[in-house]
């Protein structure tokens, strides 16, 4: 497969603020007339979304690892196949809210997994798919549970809280985790203080995204 269009991911540990951030720059690419598909993980179509519902279910704390594990490598091939690998070979800017690296992060780093069986499940999920550009919202934990936790209680929906209640310590894994992706890959990811405002975050965000689209791209769509 070819793609055409570019694919920016969005990760960070519980209440980074990412979801906030990637619909503000999907606006802000809409308003620009650049052809956005705003979309997220584990979910994105049918399918996937009731195999979120099983993996954020709080009741579900019997979950194993390696299940969870496999859950989300099913959830991300439909997804891929039903919605970002359309989009990118329509040439849109795909923005995703978490991907593969989430996967490193909460499985690996997080849980244990081998890192080489999270690497051959995603191999196969992503069906050649990679992100173009990964902007890690980078927040002490501590800070972002906090956020997590008050945005749950307001929140009237089903009580989507079963990472939020792992232990402190399993929160800072998945963080150096992140971190450590980061120094792995450098030119694909771009770190951010989530700790700014919104607005901060924002103005770094956008600028620095729309620079490393590709110009063709601003046109067409
Ligand atoms: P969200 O809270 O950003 O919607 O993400 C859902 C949760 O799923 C979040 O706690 C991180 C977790 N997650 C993983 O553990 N592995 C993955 O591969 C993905 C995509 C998410």
Redesign the pocket.
């Given at each position: 497969m070819r793609c055409v269009g570019f694919f920016i991911t969005f990760e960070g540990v519980?209440g980074c603020g990412?979801?906030t951030q990637i619909k503000l720059l999907a606006e802000h690419l809409t308003a620009h007339g650049i052809g956005t598909v705003l979309t997220?993980?584990?979910g994105g179509c049918d399918i996937a979304d009731k195999i979120r519902a099983i993996?954020?279910d709080a009741e579900n704390r019997a979950l194993s690892p390696l299940a969870?594990l496999m859950l989300?490598a099913a959830a991300?091939a439909q997804h891929v196949t039903e919605v970002i690998s359309p989009a990118l070979e329509a040439g849109k800017i795909v923005l995703c809210?978490?991907?593969?690296d989430?996967?490193v992060a909460?499985?690996s780093f997080?849980r244990g997994i081998d890192r080489r069986v999270i690497s051959d499940l995603n191999f196969h999920a992503c069906q050649g798919v990679s992100p173009d550009l990964t902007v890690l919202v980078d927040c002490d934990p501590v800070v972002g549970l906090e956020r997590a936790h008050r945005r749950i209680e307001a929140t009237s929906g089903p009580r989507?809280e079963r990472?939020?209640l792992e232990e402190l310590a399993f929160h800072r894994r998945v963080r150096s985790g992140y971190l450590h992706l980061a120094t792995e890959e450098p030119f694909r990811f771009l770190i951010i203080n989530g700790t700014e405002t919104i607005e901060e975050i924002f103005v770094a965000i956008s600028t620095q995204v729309v620079a490393r689209i590709p110009e063709a791209l601003h046109a067409v769509c």
């Open positions: 519980e990412k979801t997220r993980e584990p993996l954020l969870e989300y991300r809210d978490r991907f593969c989430a996967t909460y499985q997080g989507e990472f939020e």
